[in-house]
């Protein structure tokens, strides 16, 4: 294998030129209608030229793109013009915000706004002229999941923490059309949105990126390999020009909400009438440090979490969807995604039950100053009942930017509470540093060291990792090695297990046929081990062996085969009223999977799941299925079935999951979400409508049901009962000052 090879032949080979464009001010800001054709517009040079990544690297792309920038004191406009010599094939299957660009014909635009290499804004759209925005930190890398057992979600392609945000919303517009020479679209983005250096003739990095759905093409403006995505920052080119002036503004953003809550589950009457108001306010400190601060914080709006079943020892993990705690997240990123998080903000204004908190008041100033990123949070949640205590949150992060994708870096968190007399412990704290070292173009190398301070638990409270990783287009490599003590307790972070030593590596080859329906082809493996500090004895493993390939019209296949052991030193009960007693196990399992073209009108996966399970048998069927119907309307339906057979019991579970989603414009939605779970007995149903002037200022509605039930699959035996329902309406709206 050729690793420092073939690095050192592509880096010398790209050299240090890098494709400019230049924005124009513009006297006159253009019509926003989706038309690229006015004479301001034409006047200003192009970028063009993009060069295919996938399915042929380094050919040019099939279709011209060209991308016009221009400017005037409050906004960034960007006018795109994708030119088709077969426009009646133009495919767009979304209309939802943030929905998926790779299955619809799209463009997105990456603009790295200090020019660090470090932090960037992505800004995309569609022929049906959707929202699409994210935000990248960490150069486009992050530390690497290595997963746990009982999961095969830790594969070498998980994506690193945070480095990428995609549920990260900005406010700005853009309109698109179809038209005779393709199809065309113009952004307008405020500075205000953005974090900036002020000042005449400055330079940011830039990317652009094409996908041509029909071929399922790859575009990109300044070319790169296939072992990157957008998020490398450092592959951008540059967008020279700008004049930049100072935006310091105020955007307050209050809401009312009021609605019936009618709980059984509660003592006395059950019916409640909810009203309630408060307030976001958003301060520009500088162009590149803001402050945001919230009072009666509340999101009622936010999608309901999808229900899983769990089959391990380990907590699960439910991402953050609470738009207050998403911007500037990667800000305070620190350790491994879902594995050791030393700060979780899921731990903030919602308890253990998933239950919400309610949020008095918080604070958070966030961005850049100079080659620093800082952040600073501080929330304060009520108590609720004698159950669950007030508390107060403070997160401090700092981190130092260096050449090549590197940094360093240290977090403090701390949480203290603020009822007398709670049985909790009075405060718990953590600190840590890190640090992020890029070698060359392909390598990263990440590392972390923390400690906590809870009352009652002294010594081997530490946790540590170091992370290295080859990853160019044909070969990825990952040696790891994680460490936590027994009494390392970040209650702020997200950590389901402790006292442990894991190394690991994984190793990924990756072919591309030519001339073939195949685009590629990757065989991969990965090993785990975790052995119990002071004995050194083994107390899990997994072992993933994994033969994958991706069609050339997006369809994949897997044919992963995992091996298991897990040492259990007390009984473990995987299902009510069923335990596995304390021993030794080792067992394995296949579970293939293939997915359909996801562009099509009717596409979805399946999976099966054959095996050893403990000291029994596990068979289980995941299946996922979608209609669409144009570019407004999505059915999707999920079905996942497990049955397993042990020595101390049987038992079955299903997890059943219907999703509709009627998007009348790229702001304004009807959708709803209804769950079944078996081992809970219940059903849950969550809908929501919104009719929005931005992308989350407006009005929403929102309808909460949950009921159990008996045995909701035998239509001869159903008895439901509802145990809560809600009706929410909420209105928010937003002031500039």
């Known amino acids: ?91 767009a299957t979304q209309n939802r915000r943030d929905g998926s660009l790779i299955e619809s014909d799209s463009v997105q635009i990456m603009l790295d706004t200090f020019h660090d290499r470090h932090n960037a804004f992505i800004f995309g759209t569609s022929p049906t002229g959707i929202e699409y925005d994210a935000q990248v930190s960490k150069g486009g890398q992050g530390d690497t999941n290595a997963g746990r057992p009982g999961s ?48 005449k003739d400055r330079t940011w990095g830039l990317q652009v990126m094409r996908n041509l759905r029909r071929r399922n093409e790859q575009s990109f403006w300044s070319p790169i390999t296939r072992a990157f995505e957008i998020s490398q920052i450092d592959a951008a080119g540059e967008l020279e020009g700008l004049d930049l002036a100072l935006h310091r503004k105020v955007q307050v953003t209050p809401y009312v ?42 999101f009622a709006q936010v999608e309901v979490d999808e229900q899983q079943i769990n089959l391990t020892r380990f907590d699960l993990f439910f991402p953050e969807k609470r738009p207050f705690f998403l911007e500037n997240a990667g ?32 604070a958070r100033v966030s961005g850049t100053l100079g080659r620093y990123e800082l952040g600073f949070l501080s929330m304060k949640t009520r108590e609720v009942n004698g159950l669950v205590p007030a508390n107060e949150y403070s997160v401090i992060r700092v981190k ?33 540093a890190d640090a992020a070292i ?45 460490e936590t003590g027994k009494n390392f307790n970040p209650e702020v972070g997200y950590v389901p297990r402790t006292n442990y030593r894991r190394p690991t590596i994984a190793y990924r080859r990756t072919f591309y046929p030519k001339n073939s329906r195949i685009r590629s082809i990757f065989p991969h493996f990965q090993w785990n081990r975790w052995y119990t500090p002071g004995t050194n004895d083994l107390e899990s493993a997994f072992y993933h062996h994994d033969f994958s390939m991706n069609w050339q019209n997006g369809a994949s296949l897997t044919g992963p085969f995992n091996s298991y052991f897990e040492r259990l030193d007390k009984p473990f009960e995987v299902f009510p009223g069923i335990k596995i007693q304390p021993g030794r196990y080792s067992y ?92 809970s007995h219940q059903v849950a149903t969550n809908v929501r409508f919104a009719l929005l002037s931005t992308s989350s200022n407006g009005l929403y509605i929102v309808f909460n049901t949950r009921a159990i039930t008996v045995d909701f699959t035998d239509p001869h035996n159903i008895d439901r009962v509802t145990l809560s329902r809600a009706l929410i309406v909420k209105y928010n709206y937003r002031f500039n000052f």
């Open 438 to 482: 890029g070698i060359g173009r392909y390598i990263n190398w990440q590392n972390f060291y923390a400690v906590t301070d809870s009352p009652g638990l002294s010594g081997s409270d530490h946790a540590l990792g170091s992370s290295w990783k080859f990853d160019n287009s044909h070969h990825q490599l990952v040696f790891s090695y994680k």
């Open 257 to 298: 909400l009021g609605g019936l809550n009618t709980d059984y589950t509660r003592t006395g009457e059950p019916t409640k009438f909810d009203k309630q108001a408060g307030v976001d306010v958003k301060y520009s400190l500088t162009s590149s440090l803001t402050l945001d601060a919230t009072v009666n914080t509340d």
């Open 588 to 679: 394995s399992q296949i579970s293939p999977q293939y997915t359909t073209n996801q562009s099509a009108k009717v596409f979805g996966s399946a999976q099966i799941i054959a095996g050893q399970f403990y000291n029994g048998t596990q068979r289980a069927v995941n299946l996922a299925g979608s209609i669409r119907k144009g570019e407004k309307l999505l059915w999707s339906a999920t079905y996942a079935h497990n049955i397993i057979d042990l020595p101390a019991g049987n038992f079955n579970t299903d997890l059943i999951g219907f999703r509709f989603n009627w998007s009348f414009t790229p702001k304004s939605y009807l959708q709803t979400f209804t769950q079944y779970n078996s081992t």
């Open 152 to 199: 095969t979600q830790g594969s070498v392609q998980n994506p690193g923490a945070a480095a990428l945000n995609l549920n990260w919303d900005a406010v700005w517009e853009v309109k698109a059309r179809i038209t005779p020479r393709g199809w065309e679209a113009e952004m307008v983005i405020p500075f205000e949105t953005l974090r900036y250096q002020p000042g």
């Open 331 to 362: 800000i305070f990123d620190f350790g491994t995604p879902q594995e050791t998080e030393i700060f979780f903000t899921r731990r903030i204004g919602i308890d253990g039950s998933g239950a919400q908190v309610p949020i008095d008041a918080g």
């Open 400 to 432: 130092r930017q260096l050449p090549n994708r590197s940094s360093v870096g240290v977090i403090a968190v701390n949480r203290q509470t603020l009822t007398p007399g709670t049985k909790a412990r009075n405060y718990n704290r953590t600190w840590g």
């Open 1 to 91: 294998m050729c690793f420092l090879s073939c690095f050192t032949a592509t880096a010398q080979s790209r050299g240090t030129g890098r494709p400019k464009v230049r924005a124009r001010r513009m006297a006159v800001a253009p019509v926003l209608d989706g038309l690229v054709d006015e004479a301001a517009w034409l006047a200003i040079e192009p970028a063009t030229g993009l060069v295919q990544q996938q399915p042929e690297e380094g050919l040019a792309s099939t279709e011209k793109t060209e991308v016009r920038f221009g400017f005037d004191d409050k906004n960034l406009y960007v006018g795109i013009i994708c030119f088709d010599s077969r426009p009646a094939d133009i495919l």
